[in-house]
Antibody, heavy 120, light 108 residues
């Protein structure tokens, strides 16, 4: 069955870096678009980044552009988010997600989320 | 960027109540509107896609409607497991499909 498992979260100081991973199973990651969505404590959902199925289209939220990089490894069937120059406001649970079963620019499969805390 | 505004931000209801949540887009989004349910500490779950299509496995007490800029999620008879936060999300303007700010459904 389809499964997404994030890892790599933790506590990091402001200005530091972290790399999140999202291991996919039950489907071929490169057949679908993938997204990173985050949720700050007690707040709503925010799209962070998107990569198209072909990998040719990548977008970032204004709040992270220039600091975060999305990538994927087809051999590992994994998605990544390299986060540099982290700020306190990047503190959030980060989810990887995709759309497989429908075609509505939705997200029908989500990982369990990984917590990133940026604090000195 | 398309802005999504949900109302109310929160509501109190009892088991068996009919609950309606509204989502308004800053411009027409051509029914590319999806609804999610999120319970505390869990990832969001897709309930409704393209405004009114029920995701597989979602109970029929959930329904969606709307067009243009205004959309509605209705729970016909609120069940104990439905107390959660609900988000709308537009799928019209690529590629960062914005979410509404959420509506928390609490027990009265």
């Amino acid at each position: 069955q389809v499964q997404l498992v994030e890892s790599g979260g933790g506590l990091v100081k402001p200005g530091g870096s972290l790399r999140l991973s999202c291991a996919a199973s039950g489907f071929t990651l490169s057949d679908y678009y993938m997204a990173w969505i985050r949720q700050a404590p007690g707040k709503g959902l925010e799209w962070v980044s998107y990569i198209s199925s072909t990998g040719s289209t990548i977008y970032y939220a204004d709040s992270v552009r220039g600091r975060f990089t999305i990538s994927r490894d087809t051999a590992e069937n994994s998605l990544y988010l390299q986060m540099n120059s982290l700020r306190a406001e990047d503190t959030a649970v980060y989810y990887c997600a995709t759309e497989i079963g429908v075609s509505a620019a939705s997200l029908d499969y989500w990982g369990q989320g990984v917590l990133v805390i940026v604090s000195s | 960027d398309i802005q999504m505004t949900q109302s109310p931000s929160s509501l109190s209801a009892s088991v068996g109540d009919r609950v309606t949540i509204t989502c308004r887009a800053s411009q027409s989004i051509g029914s590319f509107l999806n609804w999610y349910q999120q319970k505390a500490g869990r990832a969001p779950k897709l309930l409704i896609f393209t405004a009114s299509s029920l995701q597989s496995g979602v109970p029929s007490r959930f329904s969606g409607s709307g067009s243009g800029t205004e959309y509605t999620l209705t729970i016909s008879s609120l069940q104990p497991e439905d107390f959660a936060t609900y988000y709308c999300q537009q799928g019209y303007s690529t590629p960062l499909y914005t979410f509404g700010q959420g509506t928390k459904v609490e027990m009265k």
